[in-house]
């Protein structure tokens, strides 16, 4: 498998997963919205854990993008707050919640069909906000997307973004073990694959929480808050052992 196919084949799976009722690809409901707009909404980055209200910049009329964000969970929420709403995701059962989920609630949004680990299609300084759930374990290089997300952010915009830590790619099934060490890259290590794939698990990468925090102060952002939250399921997560983190950072510069 070369470098280049691998977003292709996590694009199908996620479209698969969807068709059989994956949890991040079930789309918010029609009472959701409604509450949402009467000003009781919530979002989560990471399995458990809201983000915290203070984190959202001003949100009416606000340009935001939500990055590797279909499935029309964040982005109808935050178009019934008053944010004008762009999200951008490559697998195609992503995409066609969102439209859905836009045409059932009569508003407006732009929708891109691409890859974030290409340059994305906007140009600088588009965005007051840009919300990524969690993601990059479906993609090798971190600091290339994070370097984009500073370039489309205006100066002080807003990035909130969930991270898997990689503790997940350690141990066995029954989380009780630890099979395997970091880094998790099937690319480098092609065996990896066969583990995926048995799972039917796409393509994944784990990326430290140095590797993931560092390339995002590298490419010019500022970290203004964190915080760590656990699986959703499992043992892992019944220890408490936190394996996400949630993160606030913004693009330095004057507003």
Same mark, same amino acid.
């Given at each position: ?6 977003? =292709?084949?996590?694009? %199908?799976?996620? =479209?698969?997963?969807? %068709? +059989?009722?994956?949890?991040? #690809?079930?789309?918010? !409901?029609?009472? +959701?919205?409604? &509450?949402?707009? &009467? ?22 009329? @606000? ?8 499935? #029309? ?8 707050? #008053? ?7 490559? @697998?195609? @059962?992503?995409?066609?919640? +969102? &439209? %859905?989920?836009?045409?059932? +609630? ?7 069909? $691409? ?9 600088? !300084? /588009? ?7 969690? !993601? ?10 994070? *370097? ?12 909130? @973004? ?9 141990? =066995?099934?029954?989380?009780? *073990? ?9 690319? $480098? ?10 799972? =039917?698990?796409?393509?994944?990468? /784990?990326?430290?929480? #140095? ?7 590298? $490419? ?22 936190? /394996?996400?983190?949630?993160? *606030? ?7």
């Amino acid at each position: 498998m070369g470098e280049r196919q691998y977003q =292709d084949i996590n694009a %199908a799976t996620i =479209d698969r997963w969807v %068709a +059989e009722g994956w949890l991040w #690809g079930q789309p918010v !409901s029609h009472e +959701e919205y409604l &509450r949402a707009k &009467r000003g009781d909404w919530q979002l989560v980055l990471t399995p458990t854990k809201p983000v915290p209200t203070a984190w959202y910049p001003p949100l009416k009329g @606000a340009n935001v993008l939500g990055l590797a964000a279909g499935g #029309g969970q964040q982005m109808p929420i935050l178009t019934a707050v #008053g944010a004008n709403c762009t999200v951008l995701d490559y @697998a195609s @059962a992503q995409i066609e919640s +969102e &439209r %859905a989920v836009a045409a059932r +609630e009569g508003y407006d949004i732009t929708i891109c069909q $691409a890859d974030m680990t290409k340059s994305l299609p906007f140009d600088d !300084s /588009s965005f007051d906000l840009v919300i990524n759930p969690v !993601s990059l374990c479906y993609v090798r290089e971190v600091e290339p997307i994070w *370097r984009e997300v500073c370039r489309v952010l205006r100066p002080g915009g807003v990035l909130l @973004a969930g991270l898997d830590t990689g503790i997940n790619f350690v141990v =066995d099934d029954e989380e009780e *073990r630890i099979v395997r060490g970091l880094p998790f890259d099937p690319i $480098a290590e092609p065996a990896l694959m066969t583990v995926l794939e048995e799972e =039917d698990g796409g393509v994944q990468f /784990s990326h430290t929480p #140095g590797e993931l925090l560092g390339s995002m102060l590298h $490419a010019g952002l500022v970290i203004d808050d964190l915080y760590d939250d656990v699986n959703e399921e499992g043992r892992l997560g019944r220890l408490g052992i936190p /394996s996400f983190l949630a993160v *606030r950072a913004h693009k330095g510069g004057a507003a």
